[in-house]
């Protein structure tokens, strides 16, 4: 298979923010794209609402639930390429309510790899996380990091990884997996850090509530991971396929840093004040994540073309516009 040959590409979570940014990058590429939207009553489409009439066009909203197999099954019939980022990924609720982790995370994936092998679907991307590694042990982390799960949402993730790769093993499912580092940008939910911080000033706020500041990461404008998403959907399947790649930019900045930087984008004297109901358990805080891309690099040449201060700039622009800014609570504390 190569980019010119796949033309219909499935998408799980494709009205979330990564999946809306995929959707918009396979389109421009040249695909058409089937988009599962979870299941709702609102008759939502997510952020896929929100993309211009020439992007939708090539888009067939599918409306399911990747717990349930048939509706899985109906996303993926005749797909050249499925690309699977549906799941549950706030780690706070996933203290919460883990037993929804393991239905959407590692059942959902299950559902995802059996559609995929009985129809023989030519490509599969899986999404894993580089929470998976827990905190690092050796800098920078290549794939072959130990696995250290410190939270559910992090070993529900690792579950559907070592499903993915035993379909490989057992069935020869063509199955890739790509394991993003931090991804942020345009859409992305207050759940996370940077539009947690980018979000409260462009409401107004200047004392800035946060969690613990010390721990680094990683962060991948949301463009570049979208387009490592569709480079290993699309390469020759004896350069990726049964392998795992990471996605992240080698870079790492702490939390207070990041806050420092944010400020001196946006013009803005911060002050943070700490949340307890912010910190997490100690030993289930990653506190260092920094990525080797090396392998993917290699695989496929492919590399971030945004610096942070860029992939910044674009994401304090899209929050200072109100119509987005509108479709936050930027004063609540979502996990
Ligand atoms: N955001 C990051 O920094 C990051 C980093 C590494 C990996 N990831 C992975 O990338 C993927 C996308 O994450 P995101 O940041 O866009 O989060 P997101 O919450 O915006 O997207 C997840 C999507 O999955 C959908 N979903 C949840 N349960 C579902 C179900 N039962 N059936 C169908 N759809 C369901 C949600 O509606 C949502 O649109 C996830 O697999 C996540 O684990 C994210």
């Not at 990058?25 to 695909?31: E, I, Q, R, T």
């Not at 969690?211 to 998403?229: E, S």
Request: overall charge negative; charged content about 20%.
């Amino acid at each position: 298979m190569s980019s010119t040959t796949a033309t219909t590409a499935a998408v799980t979570g494709a009205e979330g923010f990564i999946g809306s940014h995929l959707v918009e990058k396979l389109v421009a590429d040249g695909h058409r794209v089937r988009a599962m939207v979870q299941y709702n009553s609102f008759s939502s489409f997510g952020w896929l609402e929100t993309l211009g009439q020439d992007v939708l066009d090539n888009v067939e909203i599918v409306l399911g639930d990747v717990r349930d197999p048939g509706s899985v099954t109906g996303l993926v019939k005749g797909a050249d390429a499925v690309y699977h980022l549906a799941a549950l990924i706030a780690i706070p609720y996933s203290y919460q309510a883990p037993h929804s982790y393991v239905e959407t995370n590692v059942t959902g994936t299950l559902n995802v790899l059996e559609a995929v092998r009985h129809l023989e679907i030519p490509r599969l991307v899986h999404t894993s996380t580089s929470e998976t590694y827990g905190t690092a042990q050796t800098v920078p982390i290549t794939e072959d990091h130990p696995i250290n799960t410190q939270s559910p949402y992090a070993a529900s993730k690792a579950g559907g990884d070592r499903l993915a790769d035993s379909y490989h093993a057992s069935f020869e499912t063509p199955v890739v997996t790509l394991r993003p580092f931090n991804t942020f940008g345009p859409r992305q939910s207050m759940r996370a850090v940077i539009p947690t911080v980018i979000g409260q000033v462009a409401a107004g706020e200047r004392t800035i509530t946060l969690g613990d500041l010390r721990p680094t990461r990683d962060f991948l404008y949301v463009k570049d991971t979208a387009a490592a998403f569709a480079t290993v959907g699309t390469a020759p399947a004896e350069q990726v396929v049964g392998r795992t790649f990471n996605a992240g930019t080698g870079g790492e900045i702490s939390v207070g840093d990041l806050v420092t930087l944010v400020g001196k984008l946006m013009d803005a004297d911060l002050t943070v004040r700490e949340d307890t109901d912010r910190i997490r358990p100690a030993a289930s805080e990653v506190m260092r994540l920094v990525a080797d891309a090396t392998r993917l690099r290699e695989a496929t040449g492919w590399a971030p073309a945004h610096s942070l201060e860029e992939g910044l700039l674009h994401t304090i622009e899209f929050f200072r516009d109100p119509a987005n800014l509108a479709r936050y609570k930027t004063d609540l504390y979502n996990v």
